[in-house]
């Protein structure tokens, strides 16, 4: 532990089949190793690790579950020809993403027992991955004992949302009894953009108004008001919202009545809007990937035309819509691999914006890919800016600012 924290923070991101880590050392925030193990519980499971500088290695590993995936991970990270650390004591901290941390938790927080039982009351709400999120917890408490293990919540930057924005018009009860409420998720990278924004801007967080928009597979925007969620676009689950990879994003729900009706089971449908739905459904190109939407737009392809056409609509009806209820904005923000890199999405996002006073500078535009500048035109009237995420090193910082507190 340095004067001032935990230098050595290890990030553990932790999904159904797959750990992903990163090592920083907190100092120079680098990333002294990063890597992921991944199809974990399949015969072809690997690992894939890269130490800082070094060539990215991968291997074939027997992985049956979390705690096997991290024994490879803490194996290569004190390898003796390609690691970086003499021995796992010097992990100082580890810092977790969870997914769903319910209403309880508006902060990251230190694990212990009540925090994990927090974590396995929203397994419903979070099928897919506060399992997993807690198996890599338990598989860092028994491999690298005594450290800290902080839990950072993918829904925590969004509990300042007013109980106007969170609420559904639905009976009351059903949130008093189940909690059915609008959460939203992808917290730490609207967190982190909305930092970086504030200091690109060089404006006091307390004072920024900005729309920031994560679009990746997953997409959603998020309000910021002085600083802090006013509003955003996913809900109890990451389903809502905007048109993505694979999820259909906002439909009328009486189409879910209907097909049940029609004999789809729940766990087809549920399928269906999570997997089988978005850009993957409406495109035509066989996948949910924006560069092959863009290039079968370009070729003319009808359906990739419409698709592509969905998409901006959809992202810009609640930009406009965030916007009108913000009162006008500092900043209009792009992250997430759509949002840092595709510049057509951007362009076509932009063109339904006109009425914000929103004017890209074209070259800046196309010159933008995964770097931090401005792409709007000098004298528009709201700025657009991108902003690489970076999601893990803001985990890493909320939990060099916890265990520092403590
Ligand atoms: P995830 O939500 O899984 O983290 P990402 O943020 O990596 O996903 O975003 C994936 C999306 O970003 C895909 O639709 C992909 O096509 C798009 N993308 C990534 N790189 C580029 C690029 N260079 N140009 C255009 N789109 C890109």
Known sequence: MSANGPDKVLVINSGSSSLKFRLFSMESESVLAKGIVERIGSPDASRTYQREGGEKMTADVQADDHGQALNHVTTMLTHPEHGVLESLTEVEAIGHR????GEEFSEPVLVN?????????????GPLHNPANLQGIEACEKMIPGVPNVAVFDT????????HAYLYAIPLELYEKYHIRKYGFHGTSHKF??????AYLKKPLDQLTI????????????????????DTTMGLTPLQGLIMGTRSGGIDPAVVF?????????PELDRMLNKESGLLAISGTGT????????AAESGQPDAVNAFAMFAHRTALYIGGYYTLLGGVDAIIFTGGIGENSHPARQAIANNLRALGVELDDEKNKATFGTLGTISREGSRTPVIVIPTNEELMIARETFRLVSAG
């Open 98 to 101: 969870v997914l769903h941390g």
């Open 156 to 163: 925590a930057f969004h509990k300042t949302m007013p109980r």
């Open 258 to 266: 209907y097909l049940a009706n029609k004999g789809y089971t729940i």
């Open 113 to 125: 027992t009540a925090v994990k039982d927090a974590i396995r009351r929203y397994f419903d709400l």
């Open 288 to 295: 949910g990937d924006m560069r092959d939407l863009v290039a």
């Open 211 to 230: 729309i920031t928009c994560h679009l990746g597979n997953g997409s959603s925007l998020a309000a910021i008001k002085n600083g802090k969620v006013y």
């Open 193 to 198: 953009v909305t930092e970086a924004a504030a």
